[in-house]
């Protein structure tokens, strides 16, 4: 048996790499598909929408994906969501440390959206972690509430530049670079970054940084005096309890708290609790899971490790940084 299965987890792997295009759909359907997490009589819907893992809009190219990626999923729930009148709020299920300022952003933009065309409700819901990109996002909600033991907060900007030059050295091996000029290689691995080259990426991470800060203090001006919100925003992680207290949510509780608080929002008495997955089979209830993960090979692990090497520029909590 365990052999079938590492023979198995070969053959995708190597299907996966050489043909990117190729599904293989075993437990699920060609498209998103509406399921019922907690029933009601009421015809009215509760729409529950999860944001986890890295934050970002590269291309999910494993062989079991229909996901994309987290900008591609919520944005096409949220719009499968605007053409059902029955929908009448969103809860968004948040659990990432952040991910790419642009991606971050992108999300934001249309929760936003959403809001303005259809006038109803979104309500964040802070899981183990909604921290930096994670809170910029739940930045547009109407309600942030989060689970006693949530960490969020990390409001801020990083940017990652590993050099290799030394380890490049010692194996022997020389980076020619022809440039057209002084800045093009700006940022390259294959050697030191000049006090210059420094000054014009802290430009760009205090520009980021700033259009975080004008997020939270549009979103949060009655709950954070503007002149208290960089000595919050330094980077630092919160407590529930202590984001509570600085004003960076707005409750903690548990689902079940969030879906009474959504309910109030619109407000009704009793709703469905629904969502949308490729996978209707493997979602039984609210804790089974994020919607439509499923592969025998847990190549997310992996994938989130190399993130944290790649040149960029992120909201995300990173504590261990290379």
């Known amino acids: 048996m365990k052999k079938a299965v590492v023979l198995l987890s070969m053959v995708v792997a190597a299907l996966a790499a050489c043909s990117p295009q190729i599904h293989i759909d075993l437990l699920g359907q060609e498209k998103l598909e509406e399921i019922v997490l ?15 893992g890295m934050i970002s809009s590269a291309l999910d190219t494993g062989l079991f994906s229909r996901e994309k990626n987290a900008v591609s999923r919520v944005f096409e729930r949220l719009e499968t969501a605007a053409r059902d009148p029955w929908v009448k709020a969103v809860i968004l299920r948040i659990d990432t440390p952040g991910g790419e300022v642009t991606a971050s952003d992108i999300i934001y933009h ?10 109803r409700p979104v309500l964040g819901l802070m899981m183990s972690v909604a921290a930096s990109g994670g809170y910029y996002i739940a930045s547009a909600c109407d309600v942030i509430m989060a689970h006693p033991s949530t ?9 990652i530049f590993p050099n290799v030059e030394t380890l490049m050295a010692k194996v022997g091996v020389k980076v020619n ?10 940022g390259s691995p294959f050697r030191d970054m000049t006090e210059d080259e420094k000054k014009i990426f802290q430009g760009i991470i205090d520009e980021y940084y700033g259009g975080f800060l004008a997020v939270v203090a549009r979103n949060r001006k009655d709950k954070i005096p503007a002149e208290k919100l960089r000595t919050i925003a330094d980077g630092r992680v919160y407590t529930a309890p202590q ?5 960076l949510i707005d409750a903690i509780g548990y689902f079940d708290d969030a879906f009474g608080k959504a309910l109030s929002l619109v407000p009704l008495k009793s709703a469905k609790l629904v969502s949308y997955t490729y996978y209707p089979k493997t979602k039984t209830n609210i804790y089974a899971g994020r919607l439509g993960d499923f592969s025998p090979l847990d190549s997310k692990v992996l994938e989130s ?10 909201y995300l909590w990173l504590p261990q940084t290379p």
């Open 305 to 314: 490790m190399l993130a944290v090497l790649k040149t960029g520029f992120y």
């Open 243 to 247: 984001a509570l207290k600085l004003g």
């Open 110 to 119: 249309e929760i936003l959206r959403f809001k303005e065309r259809t006038g």
């Open 151 to 159: 960490l969020t907060g990390s409001i801020g900007v990083i940017s």
């Open 38 to 52: 907690l029933p009601s009589p009421a015809r009215e819907k509760i729409l529950m929408i999860d944001v986890d």
């Open 177 to 186: 670079v022809i440039k057209s000029g002084p800045s093009k290689d700006s």
